[in-house]
């Protein structure tokens, strides 16, 4: 009986863990919140260590234009 061939995955360019965000490895999260506030959403993570990451994330629309 052969082994079966794992389906072919197509890489992303995902970063490595722990190559984004060095200074997080390891830490343990305390909490966690995101908020929506015009538009904008707001996520902060707090660590046992009282250290924080945060981000802001906004949408953007792109109207497309015929050629």
């Avoid at 966690?32 to 959403?41: C, D, I, L, Y």
């Avoid at 993570?45 to 009282?50: E, G, L, N, Q």
Wanted: hydrophobic share 35%; charged share 30%.
């Amino acid at each position: 009986m052969k082994k079966k061939k794992a389906a072919d995955t197509p890489t992303r360019n995902l970063p490595r863990p722990g190559k984004q965000y060095p200074g997080v490895h390891g830490k343990v999260v305390d909490w966690a919140e995101h908020v929506f506030e015009e538009g904008m959403m707001y996520v902060r993570v707090r660590f046992t260590d009282k250290t924080e990451l945060c981000w802001t994330l906004q949408t953007a629309q792109d109207a497309a234009h015929p050629h």
